[in-house]
């Protein structure tokens, strides 16, 4: 169906072919995980402010200070 809207010319032909293709998807895969983020830790007693905000590491490491 993705290639079918795809090669579709009229817009509201091939916008009926998509939501068709969502219908579906939405009953056969109501959850897929497109991006786990993983969160590692890391800790040493000399660092202050290593973790300054809810995505952790994924942060900015500007704020760190070294004891």
């Not at 993705?2 to 969502?22: H, N, S, W």
């Not at 959850?31 to 993983?38: D, G, H, N, R, S």
Request: net charge neutral.
């Amino acid at each position: 169906m993705f290639e079918q809207g795809a090669l579709e010319a009229d817009p509201a032909k091939r916008a009926q072919i998509y939501a068709e293709v969502q219908k579906i998807i939405s009953v056969d895969v109501p959850i897929a995980w497109l991006l786990e983020l993983q969160f590692p830790t890391l800790y040493r007693r000399k660092l202050n402010n290593v973790i300054n905000s809810a995505i952790g590491l994924n942060d900015s490491l500007a704020r760190i200070t070294i004891a």
